[in-house]
């Protein structure tokens, strides 16, 4: 258990009413109770008026621990009940940051102080598909981020083939066959999903990348262990451990080099357009069932690769859409080695003719098209 004293504007409150200000009722008879009924109330208005009328509000939270979710070199992630009153919990995300890398509790306190003002930036946006971050705290001198706990599994978890047999094995043959026509089926290194699918959650994550870029955060670490699905059957972009404010030039710069773009692997700054790439790097992923990527170590051969990815597609797509020119132009926009040959921003990515939309209402067209929300909540309902 956790305790951390709040103090806020805002009102909430296990215990409102000191207890000295409670009147003793161990000899009260049956005539003094009304009185002594009426005195509590008179009490608890008074608090009610202090309450307001102060600057300076202060309770004690308390965070169970229930589970650690992940661990990473920032810290670990727990799912956590937050108490409240009349034996009320909540569950929400805790990630609880680790010291252990920093050079000095100075150092800690300086990279936390920059981690705060990122989280509440983005706790600002409050956009549907931007993991909701609730307060940044402290407990004892170590920083936690209190975030919203997403009820849902990550892209890397619905990739691995034992998840797909796992969910196989449990449905009929006619479900079977129902979600390899339309949701995912088996890929190469790992299960792939159907363009529809798959374009489905880019068209929500560009909406996430969006709204963190209109207000100045580069995410920095798309990947698909950084992109949820809700069981609601929506998307989720989680994880900005490596978030920064595009005008904060001192933010120190890490990235997934598998997912980087080409400009960010020779040593530049990430911004806007590389989060575009990482994000083409993952719908790459999920539409060819495999990384092109794999088993590569040294920086020179991934640029090299990732150089030559443009032109490759066809190699690595399956045959249905290998030729599909508006999915090519879609990923060729996203993952140009050159920044200036992207779409210049998300939204562009989105509305543009060649961009998400345009191939979802091509899917439409075609009748090839489904209702995803309902179908990744369905779905979602039979992974364990």
Known sequence: ??????????????????????????????????????????GL??????????????????????????AGSQGIVFLAERQGAHNISLPVALKVFSPQLHTSSRAYRHEMERMARVSMQLALIQQDHVLDVQNFVQCRGVRMLVMEWVDGFDLRHLLRPVTLRNVQSRLNPERVEYLTDVLITDGPQHSRLKPGFAIAILRECLSALAAIHRN?????????????????????????????EMDDKTAPRACT???????????????????????????????????????????????????????RLPEFLPPEIKHDERLLALLRGLIDPEPANRFPNAEAAELLDHGAASFQRQLVKGDLSSEYENEIRLWLQEVN
């Open 1 to 42: 258990m956790i305790d951390l004293t709040h103090s806020s504007r805002q009102f909430f409150d296990s215990d409102p009413m000191p207890k000295e200000t409670l009147p003793s009722t161990r000899f009260l008879t049956r005539r003094d109770a009304p009185h002594a009924a009426s005195h509590a109330l008179r």
């Open 216 to 244: 100045g955060i580069v995410h920095a670490d798309l990947k698909p262990s950084n992109i949820m699905l809700k069981r609601t059957g929506n998307a989720k972009v989680i994880d900005f451990g490596f978030a920064f």
């Open 45 to 70: 208005q008074e608090q009610f008026h202090n309450i307001i009328a102060s600057a300076d509000v202060r309770w004690t939270t308390r965070y169970r621990l229930i589970e650690k979710l992940g």
């Open 257 to 311: 080099p598998r997912y980087a773009a080409v400009e960010v692997l020779r040593g530049a700054n990430s911004s806007p357009v590389s989060d575009l790439a990482s994000l083409g790097y993952v719908l790459v992923d999920l539409l060819c069932g495999m990384t092109p990527f794999a088993g590569m170590q040294r920086f020179a051969d991934l640029i090299t690769a990732k150089k030559q990815l443009p032109e």
